[in-house]
């Protein structure tokens, strides 16, 4: 029993950096822009955070740099996207090499300084006394505990508030929008600053709250399957929840069942595909055109409002 | 003041000439700023960047010779994108071919000397191939988007050429994640005296052979269509399944070959971290080549140069990332100002505007 409390809660831990971008991802989608970089967005948050944290030692301020980073990236991608029109995927793949090349830059310096603290697991009195739900849920890091809020948050504001659905009919049909006299431009900008700031929390918890430090692209990838979760939920923060807590699953359990069962010999290298390999099985099952009632994305999303088009 | 957007007919070929160039000066421009935000002399960072990269032809030779593997994924990618298939995929299918190499030069034996390199090359070639149309099957079968799980892929070949490389694969006597080194027979001849490979060979005949491909040949014609719309090809009766199998045949080959270029071209062994990225720069070159097999070429060697002499920023103390960082600006700018290019634009100051507003109310 407690190795499976252990493991359930280990799963959450992993589950949350691919959450968070997932999430942000969620927003600029259903606003109908299709942001691929979020690698590169997360990147940058990751080494914003922990230069911060070291340099102030406060890991509040920390967050909030790392949420200004991740607007700045959303602004600069808003530009590209809403304003000049470029093509989507690949504005996506270049917001990843300049993440990538920008984190590398500025990180340079502090791959070799640690000793930073971190956030630490934090055990909410009275609720992580209930049995077994106690210490899975309520003895995790404040970035964990964000999430719970976060999570309905969204959710409630997508599809139960008239701002929510708004947002919905961005990526739906923006021309209606416009009809209807609102910015359409103006409310992709705001959705794609706001998504960005909340994917470059989930970089962030890899330097502040998984094991603080810093390395060159720390993230291996996470970034690429957050993108690919959020085609899982069909858009849906709660489904995108449940998929980050499979890919956690994933994760945690190819490391325990390795170390529990030593003499399998299954190499660390293959427990380490496992999911990037999910993703793939994934995407199939939840997208393949075999599937009866195969829920489509956005409807205008990746194509850019051109008002002389409607 | 109000700024729109207004089509244009045709630009102007000293425009089209001029765009890369001010895109390039733009980013260049743009990254100093950063290397002024770490208290360091932009001047001397890029002066170290560009001498490091092309300023002898020592250094030019030396970047041509990094240009090679960029040269061929750049070639795999663009006929991908070509057929609007996002193969991001390259710097897997790039480390397949390389390990394909690595089984023919170590673990063949029987292979006659004189057959060794083709027997290479063969490899390497099906081994890319093979990857890219893995990755593609769902897409091709079951209409799942490509991009990310042939980015999957790559993280998936990377860790198994890890797998091999700390286990059966490992050259005991070192202490590094290296293969054994190639036999003398399994390297490439080299360029008259340069350190420049004769895989360069194969990818200039490889760059002809996709002009004429796509210039000359039906099917060519078809993979443009589907490009353009799918549903249009479709409906005149072109198979795109076999289309897509078909271009991520020769797009992963060709990101293959570029694995044995380098293996048996210019390293000589299979390493850890082989690829390095270059499958990823390989998407910028393509795009900025504008899929143009000629300037792809050309292209890898402007970039494998600012990779190649970013090394050097270091002597200045600037990160040698900074390289990387103004690839991805080039980028940018290049996609902000494609919309230039299409349109023109049209500022109007308010005064104007509302004068013309009252104009019409009066009428």
Not at chain 1, 21 to 27: T, V
Not at chain 2, 10 to 31: D, F, M, T, Y
Not at chain 2, 341 to 346: A, E, K, Q, V, W
Request: charged share 10%.
């Amino acid at each position: 029993m407690d190795w499976i409390v252990s493991v359930v809660a280990a799963t959450i831990g992993y589950a949350a950096p691919v959450l968070y971008a997932s999430l942000g991802e969620i927003i600029s989608e259903r606003a109908g822009v299709l942001n691929l970089g979020l690698e590169g967005v997360m990147l940058i948050g990751a080494v914003t955070g922990y230069i911060t944290a070291v340099e102030s030692g406060s890991l509040a301020l920390a967050i909030l740099a790392t949420m200004l980073a991740g607007m700045l990236t959303g602004l600069v991608y808003a530009v590209l996207t809403v304003t000049l029109q470029t093509n989507q995927v690949v504005s996506g793949l270049a917001l990843v090499t300049v993440g990538t090349g920008l984190s590398g830059f500025f990180g340079k310096p502090y791959t070799a300084v640690t000793g930073l603290e971190g956030f630490k697991n934090l055990a909410i009195p009275g609720l992580s006394q209930i049995p077994v739900l106690g210490p899975m849920l309520f003895k995790q890091n404040v970035m964990v505990y964000a999430l719970y809020i976060l999570v309905p948050l969204i959710y409630v504001f997508l599809y139960k508030t008239r701002p929510g659905l708004k947002l919905r009919a961005l990526g739906e049909n923006p021309g209606a929008l416009d009809a209807a006299g609102m910015n359409v431009f103006g409310m992709r900008y705001l959705y794609v600053i706001l998504g960005n700031a909340i994917v470059a929390l989930g970089g962030a918890y890899f330097t502040l709250a998984y094991i603080p430090g810093w390395q060159d692209s720390i993230t291996a990838g996470k970034g690429w399957i957050a993108a690919a979760l959020v085609i899982f939920s069909s858009w849906n923060p709660a489904m995108a929840t449940v998929g980050a807590l499979i890919f956690g699953g994933v994760e945690v359990l190819g490391l325990r069942l390795q170390v529990l069962f030593p003499n399998i010999g299954i190499p660390t290298y293959f427990i380490s595909m496992l999911p990037y390999v999910a993703t793939v099985l994934v995407l199939i099952l939840s997208t393949g055109s075999f599937r009866k009632h195969r829920k489509p994305g956005p409807a205008a999303l990746g194509a850019f409002y051109d008002r002389e088009a409607r | 003041m109000k700024i729109r957007f207004e089509k244009r007919e045709k630009l102007h070929p000293v425009w089209k000439l001029l765009n890369p160039v001010i895109c390039i000066v733009l980013a260049l421009l743009a990254c100093s700023f950063l290397v002024i935000a770490i208290g360091k002399d932009p001047v001397a960072a890029y002066g170290k960047l560009f001498s490091g990269g092309f300023g002898s032809a020592k250094k030019l030779s030396e970047s041509i010779l990094q240009a090679i593997p960029l040269m061929f994924c750049a070639l795999g990618v663009s006929i991908s994108f070509k057929m609007s298939i996002n193969n991001i995929g390259a710097e897997g299918q790039y480390v397949m071919g390389a390990m394909a190499a690595t089984g023919v030069a170590l673990f063949c034996p029987w292979i006659p000397h004189a057959l060794v390199i083709p027997a290479m090359i063969i490899a390497g070639f099906a081994a890319g191939a093979l990857w890219a149309m893995l990755a593609v099957i769902p897409k091709a079968f079951w209409n799942v988007n490509e991009t990310i799980i042939t980015l999957m892929f790559n993280y998936v070949a990377l860790l198994f050429v890890d797998f091999l490389l700390f286990g059966a694969w490992r050259d005991t006597s070192l202490n590094l994640n290296y293969s054994p080194a190639y036999p003398e027979y399994a390297m490439l001849p080299k360029v008259f005296g340069t350190r420049i490979n004769s895989a360069i060979y194969i990818a200039i005949i490889a760059a002809v052979c996709i002009y004429l491909f796509f210039d000359k040949t039906t099917r060519g014609y078809q993979i443009r269509v589907i490009g353009s719309s799918v549903r249009a090809a479709s409906y005149a009766g072109m198979n795109i399944r076999t289309n897509i199998l078909i271009v991520m045949l020769f797009s992963g080959g060709l990101a293959g070959l570029a694995g044995v270029a380098q293996a048996s071209g210019a390293v000589g062994r299979l390493q850890q971290n082989f690829a390095n990225g270059t499958g990823y720069t390989a998407i910028i070159v393509a795009y900025l080549s504008k899929f143009n097999p000629f300037t792809v070429l050309i292209v890898s060697i402007l970039f494998s140069g600012l990779s190649y002499g970013s090394v050097a920023t270091q002597l200045v103390g600037v990160p040698d990332q900074v390289g990387v960082v103004i690839q991805g600006a080039i980028l940018i700018f290049v996609l902000g100002g494609e919309i230039f290019s299409r349109n023109r634009l049209i500022i109007t100051r308010r005064e104007k505007e509302t004068a013309l507003a009252k104009k019409g109310a009066t009428k």
